[in-house]
């Protein structure tokens, strides 16, 4: 490979938190810092010199071409001072981190550095030691690492508020999720990564992505979850230029890699990313280097994307012809959630499709107490399993039964999952007709089962209504917003504008 880089280049010295590089005619020269900062300790030269050879080992796995070996600095005598990594300079107007700041348009590189990333991933190594890394217990050990961190700044260079509501939404996701990681862990998706991918030490060549300075100096922290290292660059790519570019990277790896993964595991992972960031910030801050304002943009960002991601529940109820599946349909599909509808469910229980009519009076036949406690056990045990495997869920029926809606509370309790209760109204000069314009729907109501029901109803005072009289477009954005930003008191009834 020739020179990336041409011997002309200016000479020019960078600094992070673990190292000093000098970046001279076409090579790189990375001197460790003699400092013990908790996750690292290279206050020994043996202790450098070992991080030193491990670095251009674990290196050469993604990008050989760029990491020459290890330098020795004598001293008087020839006695050994320190030792220097030894890497090719790479264009610094083409790291990924420049295009970005620039407003170039980078599709193009962020495809071929998410076919490199998926490729790297594919034959990374795995095992039992790696994959113990992927578990609910080792990812809570370094959220606790990471939180330790954060708490030490709290009050000084971080908002407090911020802080704690990281450590909380994190702990709570992390609570109820042992299944996903559990899955995860199965699937063979826990490998020997990067750890530390930012957008600064990818470079856009001609030749391909060159990808740059893995984590060397813990092993524990580079055993992660696939989606887990690309989120750390999709992170500091939102980070620096925007959600969508992280949004896409993450989309462009999904595609190349053939994973899929709930939507809330991608903003749990950006969000533990961007809070270790927001720790180095700390320490480069500490250090009397900058960072504090990046230190708390970077929290920030942490707590958006746990608040994204959080694992819900949302209950949607209302009588027949109110529109409660369709804003649950349409719910689900802006949040990504899974629907899980008493309609279609009391019909498959029963054998049958869920068009086939059972219609029957109210409380007979297939809508007996019995069939329909039934159905509702069932809607709680599917959405249990999909709540556990990180997937927010949608339970459609009219839940008028109080019983009913306190059990659906205690799965949400149970689960660590945001519940949302949200209550679907129409008057009957909109309902009946919708009713009788039914066409292939699992629904078997008609205009006199949802008036009685209407008066057997019991009240449910800690619903947002929803009024579905206007388009349901309108609707289901309201919707969405309660979801979002709840109210804070109950009863609250939310219409269009």
Same mark, same amino acid.
């Given at each position: 490979?020739?020179?990336p880089s041409?011997v002309?280049?200016p000479a020019g010295?960078?600094?992070?938190?673990?190292?000093?590089l000098?970046?001279?005619?076409?090579?790189?020269?990375?001197?460790?810092?003699?400092?013990?900062?908790?996750?690292?300790?290279?206050?020994t030269v043996?202790?450098?010199?070992?991080a030193c050879?491990?670095?251009?080992?674990l290196?050469?796995?993604?990008?050989p071409?760029?990491?020459l070996g290890v330098?020795?600095?004598?001293?008087?005598?020839g006695?050994?001072?320190?030792h220097?990594?030894?890497?090719?300079?790479?264009?610094?107007?083409?790291?990924?981190?420049?295009l970005v700041?620039a407003?170039?348009h980078?599709?193009d590189?962020?495809r071929?550095?998410a076919r490199?990333l998926?490729?790297?991933?594919s034959?990374?190594?795995?095992?039992p030691?790696?994959?113990?890394?992927?578990r609910v217990?080792?990812?809570?050990?370094r959220?606790r690492?990471?939180?330790?961190?954060l708490?030490?700044?709290?009050?000084?260079?971080?908002?407090?508020e911020?802080?704690?509501?990281?450590?909380?939404?994190?702990?709570?996701?992390?609570?109820?999720?042992?299944?996903l990681?559990?899955?995860?862990?199965?699937s063979?998706r826990?490998?020997?990564?990067?750890?530390?991918l930012?957008?600064d030490?990818v470079?856009?060549?001609?030749m391909?992505?060159?990808?740059?300075?893995c984590?060397?100096?813990?092993?524990?922290?580079?055993?992660?979850?696939?989606?887990?290292?690309?989120?750390?660059?999709?992170?500091?790519?939102?980070?620096?230029?925007?959600?969508?570019?992280?949004?896409?990277?993450?989309?462009l790896?999904?595609?190349?890699?053939g994973?899929?993964?709930?939507?809330a595991?991608?903003?749990?992972?950006?969000?533990?990313r961007?809070?270790t960031?927001?720790?180095?910030?700390?320490?480069?801050?500490?250090?009397?280097?900058?960072?504090?304002?990046?230190?708390r943009?970077?929290?920030?960002?942490a707590?958006?994307?746990?608040e994204?991601?959080?694992?819900?529940?949302?209950?949607?109820?209302?009588?027949?012809?109110?529109?409660?599946?369709?804003?649950?349909d349409?719910?689900a599909?802006?949040?990504?959630?899974?629907?899980?509808?008493?309609?279609?469910?009391?019909?498959?229980?029963?054998?049958?499709?869920?068009?086939?009519?059972?219609?029957?009076?109210?409380?007979?036949?297939?809508?007996?107490?019995?069939h329909t406690?039934?159905?509702?056990?069932?809607?709680?045990?599917?959405a249990a399993?999909?709540?556990a495997?990180g997937?927010?869920?949608?339970?459609?029926?009219?839940?008028t039964?109080?019983?009913?809606?306190?059990r659906? %509370?205690?799965? +949400? @309790?149970?689960?660590? $999952? /945001?519940?949302?209760? =949200?209550?679907c109204?129409?008057p009957? *000069?909109? &309902?009946?007709p919708?009713?009788?314009?039914?066409?292939?729907? %699992?629904?078997? +109501? @008609?205009p006199l089962? $949802? /008036?009685?029901?209407s =008066?057997d109803?019991?009240?449910?005072? *800690?619903? &947002?209504?929803?009024d579905?009289?206007?388009?349901?477009e309108?609707?289901?954005?309201?919707a969405?917003?309660?979801?979002?930003?709840?109210h804070e008191?109950?009863?609250w009834?939310?219409?269009g504008?």
């Open positions: 490979m020739t020179s041409p002309s280049a010295v960078r600094e992070t938190h673990t190292a000093v000098w970046f001279l005619d076409d090579r790189v020269h990375k001197l460790k810092k003699p400092v013990d900062l908790g996750f690292c300790d290279f206050t043996d202790a450098r010199r070992e050879e491990r670095e251009v080992a290196n050469s796995r993604l990008s071409e760029a990491y330098e020795t600095l004598l001293g008087p005598g006695t050994v001072v320190d220097f990594v030894l890497m090719r300079r790479m264009p610094a107007e083409r790291s990924l981190g420049a700041r407003g170039a980078v599709d590189e962020l071929a550095v490199r998926a490729g790297f991933h034959v990374a190594r795995r095992g030691e790696v994959t113990r890394e992927g217990e080792a990812l809570t050990g959220w690492r990471v939180l330790d961190g708490h030490r700044h709290a009050g000084q260079l971080l908002d407090p911020d802080v704690e509501r990281v450590a909380a939404q994190s702990t709570r996701f992390l609570a109820g999720r042992e299944a990681f559990d899955a995860r862990c199965a063979g826990i490998v020997d990564g990067h750890g530390d930012l957008a030490d470079f856009c060549l001609r391909g992505p060159v990808l740059l300075d984590l060397e100096f813990d092993d524990r922290l580079r055993y992660v979850d696939t989606v887990d290292d690309a989120a750390f660059l999709a992170m500091d790519l939102e980070h620096q230029g925007g959600a969508a570019l992280g949004d896409r990277f993450l989309q790896y999904g595609e190349f890699s994973d899929r993964w709930p939507v595991l991608a903003h749990h992972y950006r969000a533990y961007a809070a960031r927001a720790a180095v910030a700390c320490v480069r801050a500490d250090q009397g280097g900058p960072g504090a304002g990046e230190a943009d970077l929290l920030a960002l707590r958006r994307h746990l994204a991601g959080q694992v819900r529940l949302i209950v949607v109820g209302g009588l027949p012809g109110t529109g409660k599946s369709t804003v649950a349409g719910l599909d802006r949040l990504g959630a899974v629907v899980v509808s008493s309609d279609p469910l009391r019909k498959e229980l029963a054998g049958l499709t869920p068009t086939e009519p059972a219609a029957s009076g109210y409380g007979q036949g297939l809508y007996r107490a019995e406690a039934a159905t509702y056990a069932t809607m709680r045990a599917r399993e999909l709540l495997r997937e927010s869920v949608v339970l459609d029926a009219s839940w039964d109080a019983a009913e809606r306190a659906a %509370a205690a799965l +949400a @309790t149970d689960a660590h $999952a /945001a519940l949302t209760c =949200l209550e109204r129409a009957r *000069e909109i &309902t009946e919708r009713i009788r314009d039914r066409h292939g729907s %699992a629904s078997d +109501a @008609t089962v $949802a /008036a009685v029901m =008066l109803a019991d009240p449910w005072p *800690e619903a &947002t209504v929803i579905t009289v206007g388009p349901a309108a609707s289901i954005d309201l969405v917003e309660e979801v979002h930003s709840p008191h109950s009863g009834t939310v219409v504008r």
